[in-house]
């Protein structure tokens, strides 16, 4: 009952903050969705024309990073949404409305090549938005990678399958070694870090991006990844295989990865990086659930393992992972 009034108590706060930058007053907002975060998004209407409001408590989450993304990606002519106003003291912005059309709701076998093809386009602008604010972007270093790869234990293997950290160790730490080398070892460029369906909206023929403040400077297949093999969506191999392979070779002639970058490696790159993700992403769901109580993560779990038995099955040093994720997934189902 606390965190309601919490909630409800910011809500009319976030109003009032509102109807000192409008006139005449907002006359409500309403609540659009809360994301993994602690961020809430509100929309309104003021003189018929629409916009979004956030909520973002500043003892749970900084703002900062957003507004200074945002600026940078206006900087490189990405499509991002206009900050029209913001008190990071308060934890409040109001930003311009892009609709409620995320690129999932537009996917479908016939529409697949057209809307992926217009989201990959946009990675080469992004990949080049290595600074914010005229510092650096945070790296996406061996210690960042490790502290993702740790979720997995703690959060999908220990508390949502009850198992013990033991039965990972005669394979886990050489694992967790392999996939941050191949991280480490790509060009490292402006990566978004959660380029997927749901962060990509569909404004008339084109599209714009959202949720960005986790920018990073980091592995160059890290955002086609997320992207193509998508925790929410699910798309087959044959399928995707051209998107990637023309991305790729608009990366060489674009020179953001070398000249002598052969298409196996790049594919290497591709999957493992892929697989760092998708561990991370499952201790990240299960946390959702047994920590913060957003249990509809677990629906997307299977979808999120099967990428990670697909990827773990390619090369040999990865089998020992397929062979344990074989065994999580058929926990999984023995709980349906």
């Not at 409008?22 to 609540?31: K, Q």
């Not at 602008?125 to 061996?142: C, F, K, M, N, W």
């Not at 191999?237 to 298409?263: C, K, M, N, Y």
Request: glycine letters at 6%; proline letters at 6%; hydrophobic letters at 40%.
């Amino acid at each position: 009952m606390r965190r309601r009034e919490m909630s409800d108590s910011r809500q009319a706060a976030l109003q009032q903050w509102l109807n000192q930058l409008f006139t005449p007053p907002v006359e409500g907002v309403d609540l659009i969705f809360g994301d993994a975060s602690h961020r809430r998004y509100f929309r309104f209407l003021h003189r018929g024309e629409s916009y979004i409001a956030v909520d973002a408590p500043p003892e749970l989450e900084d703002s900062t990073p957003f507004l200074t993304m945002t600026e940078a990606y206006e900087r490189a002519g990405l499509p991002v949404p206009r900050v029209i106003a913001a008190d990071l003291d308060l934890g409040f912005m109001c930003q311009s409305d892009l609709g409620d059309t995320h690129l999932q709701g537009r996917l479908s076998a016939d529409s697949l090549s057209l809307w992926y093809g217009r989201a990959l386009a946009l990675l080469p602008r992004i990949a080049r938005v290595t600074t914010r604010a005229g510092q650096s972007l945070p790296p996406y270093d061996e210690g960042f990678l490790r502290q993702e790869l740790a979720l997995l234990p703690e959060w999908f293997h220990g508390a949502h399958l009850g198992r013990e950290e033991a039965q990972l160790q005669p394979w886990w730490p050489a694992l967790c070694d392999r996939l941050v080398a191949t991280a480490l070892e790509q060009p490292q460029v402006g990566v978004h870090r959660d380029f997927h369906c749901r962060n990509l909206m569909v404004n008339g023929d084109a599209l714009a991006v959202i949720d960005y403040q986790g920018a990073l400077l980091g592995p160059v297949t890290y955002d086609p990844v997320s992207l193509l093999k998508d925790c929410y969506v699910k798309w087959s191999w044959d399928s995707l295989e051209p998107l990637l392979r023309t991305h790729f070779q608009r990366l060489l002639e674009l020179g953001v990865i070398p000249a002598d970058t052969g298409w196996q490696r790049f594919l290497r790159w591709y999957h493992l990086t892929g697989l760092q993700r998708h561990l991370k992403v499952l201790g990240i769901f299960a946390r959702l659930s047994h920590r913060d109580g957003k249990h509809h993560y677990l629906t997307d779990l299977p979808r999120v393992l099967e990428y990670v038995i697909e990827a773990a099955g390619l090369y040999p040093e990865t089998a020992p992972l397929a062979s344990a994720a074989l065994e999580w997934r058929q926990q999984l189902e023995e709980r349906r």
